[in-house]
Nanobody, 126 residues
């Protein structure tokens, strides 16, 4: 069992930055690939970024490539999402999630993930 708790969301002006954190419980954090998703009101939950168990591989949605950076610290059981050059379209609830390492080939899909956090709101004003 893995519990995930996101933090770091808030209100920011367009062009600004935020760093989201996701703290995981348990001693098996490094067994999981980690991902970030986001969901705007009335829309589906969309993939944002993912990182492999030891951070050697990352993957980003085209919409955030070059602006967002995912990183993890296995010693702290934490995954991060650094978000720069934020746009109003980035407004959403952001979720972190944990997937078995064997799911990397489908890491952009919601179904790849076993555990989810409760989400943190990010609002970007124009």
């Amino acid at each position: 069992q893995v519990q995930l708790v996101e933090s770091g969301g808030g209100l920011v002006q367009a062009g600004g930055s935020l760093r989201l954190s996701c703290a995981a419980s348990g001693r098996t954090f490094s067994s999981y690939a980690m991902g970030w998703f986001r969901q705007a009101p009335g829309k589906e939950r969309d993939f944002v970024a993912a990182i492999s168990q030891y951070g050697s591989s990352t993957y980003y949605a085209d919409s955030v490539k070059g602006r967002f950076t995912i990183a993890r610290d296995n010693a702290k059981n934490t995954v991060y999402l650094q978000m720069n050059s934020l746009k109003p379209d980035d407004t959403a609830v952001y979720y972190c999630a944990a997937a078995p390492g064997s799911s990397w080939s489908i890491i952009v899909r919601v179904m790849a993930y076993t555990y989810w956090g409760q989400g943190t709101q990010v609002t970007v004003s124009s």
